[in-house]
């Protein structure tokens, strides 16, 4: 689908409500078919990933029902054995969770994905399984994932990346060893932590210490939970505002977790003019409002323990950097390679189309700034939703209008996203 993205409008301004957070819509999921009982999950993602991971515990044998706004689960606490491929769709986010969680069950299972995600590297969970014994049949290390069932023995496990799904993979692997057995994860930064949240919320035998989390085998409580917005969607309208001049925002109910604001800190390091609202705490996450002026903006360097707390920002971000004035350089985000696209080629590439200063480095890129982009060009995606929401952005300065190819994949994760913007413009 062809999208044309022109400025027809002066300004933004007003309050939007941002869509539920996708990674606690997983996890909030997973986390209910687990637990013995009735768990009400309210205000859940629209977005396709959590749906196919809805989809597949319905397969697993979970009682799953929706209620106008409200996920409805009754769960035995255990699952079953599916009589089909679990479908994953474009989500490495369930694919990488549940191959930890099945792994450990009495029952064999085969995760597949889209073509796209048929792509993406699986090596990095089917390494630490394999040493906790787990039985997975791949081809070179890519989906589909054939799980042989089997119990699994703990492991101590140190990970050369800061990866909340690898992470979360091995906690849930872990969660299911009998004889209170402890699994361990240490990261070299402490990666996105919802997962260990929630697990400790649903009362889970949880220790967190520094960069290092240990779990053994828990009995988790239902819960009902109402599931924040998510910041990584909230991204887009942060740097829109940010950039489109005598623009002023207010982005609602928006998840504060400090493993995730690293937007917000590289936006205020910047100069953003970037304040928060009404504070106050869901399920032992920070939650609040964000209020967003236009502001005059200087590059800066991105790299370190930061870079987990904003991966899926950076192609926002370097938009954002081309307003801003002087040299902002990536580094350290290597593992961009790896997601639905090569985030760092794909971004320069098209970043270049509209007129940007952006050159590719092997770990990040290096944007000069501040640059008029031009636009009258067409871009591509690359079937990656984040990429298409960041040119959308990027057209809305632009002095001739763009046209985006596969503008589609923004339906994966955000599909009301050209809605709200709407709202917004004046």
Known sequence: MQKVINKDFKTLNGEI????????SHRAIIFSSLAKGKSIIKNFSDGQDPHSTLNIFKHLGVDISQDENKIIINSSGKLSAPIQDLDCGNSGTTMRLLAGLLAGQNFNSTLVGDKSLSKRPMKRIIEPL???????DSDEYKAPLIINGKPLQPINYVSKIASAQVKSCILLAGLGIENNDITSVTEPYVSRNHTEILLKYMGANIEIKNTTVSISKSELKPIEIDIFGDISSAAYFIVAALII??????????GLNPTRTGILDVAKSMGG?????DKREICGESVG????????????NISGEIIPRLIDEIPIIAVLATQAKGITKISDAQDLRNKESDRI???????????????ETPDGMIINGKTQLTGECEVETYHDHRLAMSLYVAGL???KPIIINGFEWVDISFPNFEQLFNELKQ
Do not use: F, R
């Open 17 to 24: 409500t941002i869509p539920a957070d996708k990674s606690m």
């Open 345 to 359: 080629t794909a971004v320069v590439t098209e970043l270049k189309k509209l007129g940007a200063n952006i050159d």
């Open 273 to 277: 003019n970037i304040k928060i609202l």
């Open 289 to 300: 409002d964000i209020q967003i002026e236009y502001s005059e903006l200087n590059g800066c």
């Open 397 to 399: 300065i632009t002095q």
């Open 130 to 136: 394999t040493l906790m014994g787990a039985n997975i």
């Open 245 to 254: 001049p005598n623009s002023k925002i207010i982005l609602k109910n928006v």
